[in-house]
C-alpha cells in the first residue's frame, strides 16, 4: 500500500496538536464516497488488516446524517485518504472510549493526549 510520506506528516501533527482535518475517503464497499470531517486521535498499523490507519472521530455534515450516517469512531487506512484539508478548529477534550494503546493496533505510531 503506498501512501504519501507528507500526507502521514501532516496526519501526525494533527493528531498531536487536536487539529480537526477533513478528507476524501471511499469506503471499502465503495458506498460511501465524499469528504469526512474528523478529530483525528490516533495512528497506527491495524492488526487485521496490518495497513496504516488513521482512528478518528467522525463528525457527519447535515446531508451525512440525513443519508444515516452517524457520528462516531472510525477507521480510515491512510493510503486511501485524500485531498487532506487541516483546519483552523482544534478540538479540547478527548472523546469516550477513547485509549491512547489502542489494542486493535499492532503498533502505534502517535496518539493524541488523553484530555478531560
Not at 458506498?31 to 495512528?43: A, H, N, Q, S
Not at 495497513?51 to 457527519?60: D, G, I, N, S
Not at 484539508?85 to 493526549?113: G, L, V
Request: hydrophobic share 35%; charged share 25%; net charge positive.
Amino acid at each position: 500500500m503506498h501512501f504519501s510520506e507528507a500526507i502521514l506528516e501532516t496526519l501526525k501533527e494533527a493528531v498531536i496538536n487536536k487539529t480537526i482535518i477533513k478528507f476524501y475517503y471511499e469506503d471499502s464497499n465503495g458506498k460511501f464516497k465524499d469528504y469526512r470531517t474528523v478529530d483525528p486521535y490516533l495512528i497506527g498499523t491495524l492488526k487485521v488488516s496490518n495497513e496504516l490507519t488513521l482512528k478518528a472521530w467522525f463528525v457527519p455534515s447535515v446531508k451525512q446524517k440525513h443519508a444515516g450516517h452517524k457520528e462516531g469512531w472510525k477507521l480510515y487506512s491512510i493510503h486511501k485518504i485524500q485531498s487532506l484539508e487541516i483546519t483552523k478548529f482544534q478540538y479540547k477534550s478527548t472523546k469516550i472510549r477513547y485509549n491512547p494503546k489502542d489494542t486493535e493496533m499492532s503498533d502505534i505510531i502517535c496518539s493524541t493526549a488523553v484530555v478531560n
